[in-house]
């Protein structure tokens, strides 16, 4: 099954022009609302999908920059990671990374004549869990971070539709108003001016979701701008993996290169923050 | 001052000698001993120390495996993980990992002309944050655990004793009853009769210690075994990471090169699965 939703995806991906991607993103951001709003078994295999599907392409970035992870392994951590958050909220992430680190030894050991260096491939191994599998977990745990009540719900969506309107508005701002380029050696295109038109984006949509949540604008402001910042810092530092891997413009959607991860890169640093930003300023 | 400590600290590794090595190993065990009990600021200095020293000869491991971990971003994220354990324990370490790895994108990026990969120098440098900073951690939570009791200062005693009693009975007992060699690829010297052996010694002193802490025997049983076997394992995986580097024989102490490291090895893995199992099977 896994393969096939591959297949297909891989397919999609090569129809490579504006209107595909444009199409596809709003496709996949509905989705994922829908998913959200609905919960239960679709929201299940709707993350165990996206994260899988993460996994095989960062291995494969991983791979081409000579750091194969262990595969197997990498594979448990993020879905452990992202289902105990359904099934076992009280399974310490720490506990899960020690036992990784004790399972990769072993592998390693197994593995000795390899010719990859075993603190490199437990390194690969864990950076691929934290960058993929924490912000699932975190999301979910914003997620079900309130029984019986919506406010959970509201909150992930007001992560996800602030991340997505800062892309968004990064990209319109930066192409119309666009002139002092940001971090040309990494991403050629991105440009100061998108850069504050993604934070005003993330801004606009974090307003609106937090009036329904009752937050106050200060508590708005701090969020939009952890938001905007750190969705932009992901999406730089992917740009940085891909251009590492030898995968030079992110607008060439190589076959089984960018795709899902090129479209959930800003969105996988703001979890973590938003979660204990939340928490220690008692907007929950 | 730790420049200094390293330079005297190479002086004795130079005089490599059966005779050296004992007498520095007992001394180091009475040392930690000695500053578990005390406690306070002697305990906080002798453990930042021991930290920095096994941070300096992991990077070396990970450089001469061409990984270089982000060094700066390694030391602060075992220093924090190390001392939140005293002054901040409510800090999550899983918001540590994710600063960490957003403040590593950003140096990653500024320094992207390197010609280390982005995902290795992360990779290295959470590789080395979990292998060190977490056991360190957790020793100091258990140190911690009861407050205004002699209790985690005894448990904290029962694993590090049941390692060294491990470490102490499987060299011995291999020595003179050892004949099925264990895994000659990675460590050629050891063998199934001394690792069983260390399993008898983990056994004794957690017996003894246990028994202070008035645990039942099939709590102390389990315990022995779970810090026996992954103490050995331990030791094995930082053979391997050796043996990736170039240094063969574990035997050699070349100045720069174990160590510390060498010490501690084993006393790495046990205390995040002790720390696990003590909670969830109610012996604290």
């Given amino acids: 099954l896994v393969e096939d939703c591959l297949e297909l995806y891989l397919r999609v991906a090569r129809l490579n022009n504006t209107a595909t991607r444009i199409i596809s993103g709003v496709f ?32 494969r970035l991983l791979i081409l920059v000579n750091a194969p992870p262990i595969t197997w392994l990498l594979y448990m951590l993020v879905i452990v990671l992202v289902y105990k958050q359904f099934f076992a909220p009280f399974l310490s992430t720490e506990l899960l990374l020690a036992l990784g680190l004790l399972v990769g030894f072993v592998t390693a050991m197994i593995n000795s004549k390899s010719r990859v260096a075993a603190s490199i491939a437990m390194g690969s191994t864990l950076f691929g869990a934290i960058y993929l599998g924490l912000p699932i977990e975190y999301y979910l745990r914003i997620y079900t971070h309130f029984y019986g009540s919506s406010r959970g719900m509201m909150w992930t969506l007001l992560v996800l539709l602030s991340v997505a309107a800062c892309d968004t508005m990064a990209y319109f701002v930066g192409r119309t108003f666009g002139k002092h380029r940001f971090f040309p050696r990494i991403s050629p295109k991105k440009t100061v001016e998108g850069a504050v038109g993604g934070i005003v984006g993330s801004f606009i949509v974090s307003f609106i979701m937090g009036r329904l949540l009752h937050l106050g604008i200060t508590d708005i402001g701090v969020l939009s701008l952890v938001i905007g910042v750190s969705a932009q810092l992901g999406d730089l530092f992917e740009s940085l993996l891909k251009r590492n891997a030898g995968v030079k413009d992110s607008g060439t959607l190589i076959p089984g290169h960018g795709g899902i991860l090129d479209r959930i890169d800003a969105a996988l640093i703001p979890p973590v923050f938003v979660y204990y930003l939340a928490i220690s300023l008692h907007m929950f």
Same sequence: chains 1, 2.
């Avoid at 994922?32 to 993460?54: E, K, Q, W």
């Fill in 28 to 59: 996949l951001l509905l989705l994922s609302l829908a998913v959200f709003i609905y919960g239960g078994v679709p929201l299940y295999v709707f993350i165990g999908l996206v994260a899988t599907i993460a996994v095989i392409e960062l291995r």
